[in-house]
């Protein structure tokens, strides 16, 4: 079940009336700027209950042991929930999956302001209502569960990790394949950025000596890059080649040799295409580019501006690009409805998100699927715990020492957002190309249960592609929900 039109006048408002309640965040304020203690089981057991003969000591210490059995009802709900996946799997009842969003949000408001009990008593009723193979809001809402019951717990908890649970390298590479091939989400980024990046290269043709130079900041996988070879290969002959350099930022050297040996491998199949890869460490400065002279110089920033943790990083990361005067810069980015600050408005903006992804899966894989269960679990599920857990070290004041192990939060924001950025950085949009919303649209088609442009008025079902901003913007969105963004950018 997703949230849609047809809910119930009284629902909506009811929805309505607690999303504006926690959006507004009363004494939200007071609240981030308190410094919070959550709680900590170790310390709670730790306390013997007859450790003074003070009154509120042993008060103190039996509120402790209360909290700490309902901890542990939680985690034996929680695991309840996991092996009873296959006999509770289904359709929420009409009304239920409203009730669970509104219970989830109640859950998280108590988690912000550090009500231990309430917080429990909520997530092991949540617990015991949704499952990982049911409807989408069930799903979806198990996740949120997980990364609202670790950041009670805190990382100084045992059962932080045994929550959060993070997969392995192995389970993340095949999440992430599984939708890279089964959902539009990646192959319209980048799709719409090669498509993008090859005309820019086609425009200096007269000066660039058949010469390709893309700097990507987040190469990951190296997804992106095999159809853009393959492009570049039919337009070269055997007689005149074209260059393609790739400068690829990593995470690690692991996954920076694995990207290269992947891509090489592919790029041999083309004799009439020279490929080099260069792989950089994310972190490393732009002055150990390259360079070579006339070369076509792309900027792929896809997925990667979101990731940084303050306004400083994205605007130096900027002004590097800008010195390089690159002949297009490419932006994707998922797209926002707000900008949101506070722990609360970050949390329903991620909420609406991901409800669409999860969602938008069912167009894709059967209920049933396990394909669909990893991407779920190692892939979105990794990310929603992440978004919950993390905390904005500009908005948020924290201890250093708890703030130094936070991650930094993704910034879902609106578009216009993302221009403003651009612009006060010297860049100016640039139309993309009409080749760039045929592709898209013809990527839904093959992919998925596609919605027709012309079908935009009608926001009944399934994935949908339009133009923004004068045709210098292109849009993946599901229902009623924008996902992501492309745009390209040039150096004024």
Not at 42 to 55: A, F, G, I, R, Y
Not at 99 to 116: F, K, R
Not at 414 to 426: C, V
Not at 461 to 486: I, N, P
């Amino acid at each position: 079940m997703f949230l849609r039109a047809e809910d119930t006048e009284d629902q909506e408002d009811e929805l309505l009336s607690l999303s504006l309640a926690i959006i507004t965040d009363p004494g939200g304020e007071k609240n981030r700027k308190r410094k919070r203690s959550r709680l900590n089981i170790v310390s709670n057991t730790q306390k013997p209950l007859n450790d003074s003969n003070n009154n509120s000591s042993t008060s103190s210490s039996y509120e402790g042991y209360n909290c700490e059995g309902k901890i542990f009802k939680l985690l034996q709900v929680r695991e309840e929930m996991l092996k009873l996946d296959q006999k509770r799997k289904g359709v929420v009842e009409d009304g239920k999956g409203l009730h669970l969003i509104h219970l989830l949000l109640i859950t998280a408001t108590s988690v912000d302001e550090n009500n231990v009990n309430s917080a429990l008593e909520n997530l092991t009723e949540l617990y015991q209502s949704v499952s990982l193979m049911g409807d989408s809001v069930q799903r979806v809402v198990a996740y949120f569960a997980d990364g609202l019951a670790a950041r009670l717990l805190t990382r100084k908890s045992p059962f932080y990790d045994m929550i959060i649970k993070e997969p392995t390298n192995e389970e993340e590479f095949l999440a992430f394949t599984c939708l890279y091939r089964v959902s539009p989400y990646y192959q319209f980024a980048h799709f719409t950025a090669n498509q993008a990046i090859l005309e820019a290269f086609e425009r200096d043709e007269d000066i660039n000596n058949r010469a390709l130079h893309v700097i990507d900041f987040d190469v990951s996988y190296g997804f992106q890059w095999p159809s853009l070879i393959q492009s570049l290969s039919e337009k070269a002959t055997s007689g005149n080649r074209i260059s393609f350099r790739l400068t690829g930022y990593g995470r690690n050297l692991e996954e920076l040799q694995e990207t290269e040996t992947r891509l090489v491998s592919f790029a041999k199949g083309f004799r009439n295409l020279v490929f080099e890869f260069q792989g950089l460490l994310r972190g490393s400065k732009l002055i150990n580019l390259r360079k070579r002279k006339n070369e076509t110089v792309a900027v792929n920033l896809v997925f990667h501006l979101n990731t940084l943790n303050n306004l400083l990083k994205i605007s130096d990361t900027l002004k590097s690009i800008h010195s390089l005067k690159p002949s297009i810069v490419i932006l994707v980015e998922q797209e926002g409805s707000r900008s949101p600050r506070s722990f609360l408005s970050r949390f329903m903006e991620s909420l609406h998100y991901f409800a669409a992804m999860f969602d938008s899966l069912d167009d894709c894989l059967p209920l049933e699927s396990g394909e669909r269960l990893s991407i779920e679990k190692n892939h979105l599920g990794k990310e929603i715990k992440s978004m919950v857990n993390c905390d904005n070290k500009e908005e948020e004041e924290d201890d250093d020492d708890e703030a130094d192990q936070k991650k930094s939060c993704p910034r879902y924001e609106k578009m216009e957002t993302w221009k403003g950025r651009m612009e006060s950085h010297g860049f100016e949009g640039l139309k993309l190309g009409s080749k760039c919303l045929i592709q898209a649209k013809l990527l839904l088609k093959i992919r998925t249960h596609y919605c027709p442009l012309q079908c935009e008025g009608d926001q009944s079902g399934g994935f949908r592609v339009f133009e923004r901003d004068d045709g210098k913007a292109l849009s993946l969105g599901w229902q009623d929900r924008c996902l992501l963004t492309a745009s390209a950018w040039q150096c004024v």
